[in-house]
């Protein structure tokens, strides 16, 4: 980073307040009667403002290709059944049908149809990793660098390491984001490590309450809110509080799993859970992480986050949805009942991760509403390994930049009409990141705005 950026980057973070503890620094939420971010005097007299955001969750393995669909309607929308747990978000989705990665086309099944999913880079096969950067990271790189994390990058599963039959690498199926063509970004699987990292806590202060650290200083700032935003600081530290109460349980298993690993020399990439120390019940593993992610876009500690639900390949079982067989095996058989049930399971993460942003008042709106939440699949069946065409949904509007409530069908149209990468060209332009190419993508996605 150039002394201009860290410059620019503590001038920014100096016009931001805090909650001060030992050891921590707590982001805060907007509030309406203090200037928690940008100026010290309040802006009454203008509307504030708004970061926008960009979220990604990612599943892989196709999805059920019978029951992920949408209709436009007289009275709205009509969602079929895998998609039913965002019934109550209809008016900020998009379901966005048809587009395709092209260089995840043709090139043999799972890895080379995963490393490039936010990139639409050509992967390279063998022992050197080549692709491109993903659009999590051309978007951080570009609006990042006045935030405390320039972006979040997470994991409900620990990647797997060697070589695919296609002679592709692991890494590409274990792997979303990417900082360049050849370097993944550090994917954080625990819990725990990503929660301190969202609030700088080290050291022995993590067996101290953040909350009661930064006690004193949340009460001088109460006493200079309003009554509405006293109301909303005490809603935003409770849920840090929730939030900080279940990752505690979460830390021993780490301590034990190095234990494990020195006493075995076995890696860890090797373990299963929860001996690898990750929450053996998969289902409070992502809303942790959703959680996690919730607040870090609330305190505007980061802009840009993305969440692998599951790597391609998953080994991830499913015995709360009655479903017998691995995520992988059970993907071959995609016209069950089984995998309609994990597919439904799968657009829960996101309507869980989207309800607590629309329930985060922000402005005149929510913070989902200042938000586009993607949630995106490597290929349509995973009993075909059919790549060409991908699952895509978004849920919310960055701050009026992006049309909502939309069925958009590109099936039809010719594959330079449908590129995937000409969604993030139009992402990433609503976002303030003026591109004029992204991956295979020189111009931005059609009828995007219809």
Known sequence: MTSNNLDRRAYSLSRRKWLHGAGVLVGLPWLESLPVWGDDTLADTSAPVLPKRFGVQFMACGVHPDHWWAKTTDDGMELSRCLQPLDGLKSKLNVIHGLFNKNATGVGIHPGQTGNILSGAALQKGAELRGGISVDQAIANAIGQDDVVPSLVLGCEQPTTGYHETNFS????????????????????????????????????????????????????????????????????????????????????????????????????????????????????????????????????????????????????????????????????????????????????LAYLAQKLDGMQEGQGTVLDNTCLMFVNNMWSGSKHDSTKVPLLTVGGLGGKLKTGQVLDYSKKSDHERKLCSFYLSIMNRMDVQATAFGDAETPLVDLDA
Request: aromatic share 8%; hydrophobic share 35%.
């Open 170 to 349: 692991m890494a590409y199926s274990s792997h979303i984001s990417w900082q360049n063509a050849t370097s993944p970004v550090p994917m954080e699987v625990y819990p725990s490590l990503a929660f301190d990292s969202l609030f700088e806590n080290r050291g022995t202060q993590r067996n101290k309450s953040i909350l009661d650290r930064v006690k004193e200083d949340a009460s001088s700032l109460a006493m200079r809110a309003s009554a509405r935003d006293k109301a909303k600081l005490d809603e935003y530290l409770t849920s840090i509080r929730e939030v900080e109460k279940r990752i505690q349980r979460q830390r021993g298993g780490i301590d034990k799993v190095r234990e494990k690993v020195e006493q075995s020399g076995q890696s860890v990439f090797q373990m299963n859970r929860p001996d690898n120390g990750l929450p053996e019940d998969i289902r409070e593993h992502m809303r942790l992480m959703c959680d996690i992610i919730a607040l870090a876009f609330q305190s505007n500690r980061t802009r840009v986050a993305s969440l692998l639900l599951c790597r391609d390949i998953s080994g991830l079982f499913y015995p709360f949805l009655d479903v017998r067989k691995p995520h992988h095996l059970a993907s071959h058989d995609d016209g069950s009942d089984e995998w309609e049930r994990v597919t439904t399971y799968y657009c829960s993460q």
